[in-house]
Structures are given as C-alpha cells and as structure tokens.
Nanobody
Framework: QVQLVETGGGAVQAGDSLTLSCAASGRPFTRSVMGWFRQPTGKERKLVAKIDWDDGRTYYTDSVKGRFTISRDSAKNTVYLEMNSLKPDDTAVYYC????????????WGQGTQVTVSS
C-alpha cells in the first residue's frame, strides 16, 4: 500500500510563493503518475498538475500554467508543487495522489494540506 504525506501548506498573501512536498512510500513508483489536486471549501476536488514518474512529463490545468511547477525527486520518493504568484482563488486543501502502473485512476491519497491566500 502507498502512503503519501503532504507538507508545506500555510497562509500567505497574494503574490507570495509556497512549495508543497509529498513524501511517498510503500512500493516502487516506476510506471506511476503522481498528481496534485485541490479542493476549495464547498467545491469539488480537481486536478491541478500531474507528473509521469519515469519520464517527467507534466500536465497543468490552465489556471495554474506559468505559475505552478510540479517536479519529483526519485531518490527521495518525493513530489513537489512549487506555487508562485499565488492568488486568493488558489485557496484550497491540496492533496497529493498516486496512480499506479496499469491504473487509469488515482487510487492513493494523502491527508491534504491547507493553502490559504489572502488579498
């Protein structure tokens, strides 16, 4: 079973930066995809960014392109989400998620970390 632990959330001002970390453990992560999702209060959880563990290919939702960067450190089994130029609309609980080999869904989730951006 995969365990995911997010850290790095907090309360910041608009325009500030934060970097979230997701420490993964429990199995090899080759052929996996790691993702960051977010869920604002009262709204559904949506994908923000994802990265292919093996070749590093990335995807971003339009609202964060050019501001957020997802990356992974294979030696540390850690995925990062660097968030720059934060906006109040980025306020949400951010979740790390894992999609394993041969899976088409994200099956493993972290506990979430709160990011609050004030204007």
């Amino acid at each position: 079973q995969v365990q995911l632990v997010e850290t790095g959330g907090g309360a910041v001002q608009a325009g500030d930066s934060l970097t979230l970390s997701c420490a993964a453990s429990g199995r090899p992560f080759t052929r996996s995809v790691m993702g960051w999702f977010r869920q604002p209060t009262g709204k559904e959880r949506k994908l923000v960014a994802k990265i292919d563990w093996d070749d590093g290919r990335t995807y971003y939702t339009d609202s964060v392109k050019g501001r957020f960067t997802i990356s992974r450190d294979s030696a540390k089994n850690t995925v990062y989400l660097e968030m720059n130029s934060l906006k109040p609309d980025d306020t949400a609980v951010y979740y790390c998620a894992h999609s394993g080999a041969s899976s088409t869904t994200f099956d493993d989730w972290g506990q979430g970390t709160q990011v609050t951006v004030s204007s």
